[in-house]
Nanobody, 123 residues
């Protein structure tokens, strides 16, 4: 079992930055591939970024490529999502998720999910 807790969300103006954190407990995060998803009101949950189990490969949705960066700190058992040049359309609840796989699926087919953290970008 893995418990995931996100933090770092908030309200920011367009063009600003936020860094989301996802802390894992119960198991070592490096046993899993990991993804960040987001869900805006009335929309499906969508893939934002992912990192492979061993942390070499990273993946991004086209909408965030060049603006968001996923990273990890194995010593802290934590994954991060650095979000720069934020836009109002980035407003959503952001979730981290872990899957017992080498690579992170782009579909929300994950074994464990955090509770989500709200990101609101004002224009």
């Amino acid at each position: 079992q893995v418990q995931l807790v996100e933090s770092g969300g908030g309200l920011v103006q367009a063009g600003g930055s936020l860094r989301l954190s996802c802390a894992a407990s119960g198991r070592t995060f490096s046993d899993y591939a990991m993804g960040w998803f987001r869900q805006a009101p009335g929309k499906d949950r969508e893939f934002v970024a992912g990192i492979s189990r061993i942390g070499i490969s990273t993946y991004y949705a086209d909408s965030v490529k060049g603006r968001f960066t996923i990273s990890r700190d194995n010593a802290k058992n934590t994954r991060y999502l650095q979000m720069n040049t934020l836009k109002p359309e980035d407003t959503a609840v952001y979730y981290c998720a872990a899957v017992d796989s080498s690579y992170p699926p782009r579909r929300p087919e994950y074994d464990y999910w955090g509770q989500g953290t709200q990101v609101t970008v004002s224009s």
